[in-house]
């Protein structure tokens, strides 16, 4: 009774202290809340720009006149890219981290370090009754969109990626690959399944303008862009803006729950590969006008966190001593990825989570928070 007598008077004495130390500021009183709560956002749209490291990011600024739309975010933060079984991730691990929450190993799409199938942020959004949407300048079945919307222990099978595109209700894909879906060794025809299923399919044989006007009441789409890989933005691949903004406008008319959409410059990556600068700030520059596009929107909508980010650099590529802003000297240490941390950049309702320095897998988590989900915590992390 003694111990229970004096326990009580403890935590009486500590809430009196709370009490005297609460009392004198007068929260109401102060014009901003010292820790004003974070606000939710109806929409996201997640831009990744494939191996875009800083230094990706710092020669295609000094390549464009010293600017980019990158300048126009308010919050920036680091992630860490380490995959779950190397320390030097690849696309699929990167892009399951932050669909699914997970670091899983080099080569899983939407799978985890056992090969079992996680549930993705777009998967998860399309069971809460909010759109969605992949965009990419790669095949849609390519490891970064993939990760969204498949599950496979490997991203190399295109053909077994292409069918999970009949599992779910996306909304909206643009991409490259129609051979995965027309021409396979199992003799399926995916495009002729999907229309059967609802969607509206085109591709490249028709411009993307008038596919788009003549389908305006269309209530899925999918559209693809190439056989197989589409081409660099220096050979004439225009789509990604065009692409991005009619899957926007597409999912927002018709989102009543919000939506969520990725869209990925994919072959800023393919640029690192091939150790080629001139690549590399092409299709940083065709992102870069996609990314200044959604800004524009999301400015005008006001209900809508966009962030960019990329999955890991790709190159090991820098600035070299003897560079001017207009005539860049590069090197390169590798044609594989490098381990370097990645920056993200983040505006909309929900963006002030973004800041600092945090893992892939939070990214994730971070989006779930910013829709006001209810938190979700994997166990094996
Ligand atoms: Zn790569």
């Known amino acids: 009774m003694k111990i229970a007598a004096l326990l009580l008077a403890l935590i009486l004495i500590s809430c009196n202290a709370n009490k005297t130390i609460q009392n004198p500021v007068q929260i109401d009183d102060i014009a901003t809340p010292i820790a004003s ?3 939710t956002a109806k929409n996201i749209i997640f831009l990744i720009g494939d191996g875009m490291g800083i230094g990706q990011i710092t020669a295609g600024t000094y390549s464009n006149g010293n600017t980019s739309h990158l300048e ?21 691990a990167a892009a399951t981290s932050f669909a699914c929450g997970f670091k899983t190993y080099n080569g899983a799409i939407g ?12 998967e998860e959004a399309e069971m809460k009754g909010l759109k969605t949407g992949l965009v990419a300048t790669s095949t849609i079945v390519h490891a970064t969109p993939a990760s969204y919307i498949a599950h496979n222990k490997s991203r190399k ?6 069918t999970d595109f009949l599992k779910t ?13 027309d021409r396979r060794e199992d003799e399926r025809d995916l495009v002729a399944e999907l229309e059967a299923k609802g969607y509206t399919m085109g591709n490249y044989l028709t411009d993307l303008s008038e596919f788009r006007s003549a389908n305006s009441s269309a209530t899925k789409i999918g559209y693809l862009t190439s056989d197989a890989d589409p081409l660099p933005a220096a050979q004439g691949r225009d789509y990604l803006t065009d692409a991005a903004m009619y899957g926007i406008d597409f999912l927002d008319n018709s989102a009543d729950n919000g939506f969520f959409i990725m869209i990925e410059g994919s072959q800023i990556d393919w640029g690192g590969h091939a150790n080629n600068s001139d690549y590399i700030v092409t299709e940083f520059l065709d992102f870069n006008e996609t990314i200044g596009r959604v800004l524009d929107w999301a400015e005008k909508d006001g209900e809508t966190l966009v962030v960019v980010t990329a999955d890991h650099e790709t190159g ?5 001593p003897g560079s001017t ?8 240490t590798t044609t594989k990825h490098s381990g370097d941390f990645i920056n993200v950049f983040s505006y909309g309702p929900g963006s002030e989570r973004f800041g600092g320095i945090f893992n892939n897998t939070d990214i ?7 829709y006001g989900w209810e938190k979700k915590r994997m166990v094996l992390e």
């Open 157 to 162: 099978n295109y053909e077994e990626i292409a």
């Open 364 to 370: 994730y988590y971070k989006m779930r928070e910013a």
């Open 169 to 181: 209700e996306i909304d909206f894909f643009i991409g490259g690959g129609k051979k995965f879906f």
């Open 325 to 332: 802003q207009d005539t860049l000297v590069t090197a390169f």
């Open 37 to 39: 709560k974070p606000k």
């Open 72 to 92: 126009r975010f308010p919050v920036i933060g680091l992630h860490k890219p380490y995959s779950g079984n190397e320390l030097i991730t690849d696309s699929a």
């Open 111 to 122: 799978v985890d370090l056992d090969t079992l199938p996680i549930e993705t942020i777009l």
């Open 316 to 320: 090991g590529y820098t600035i070299q």
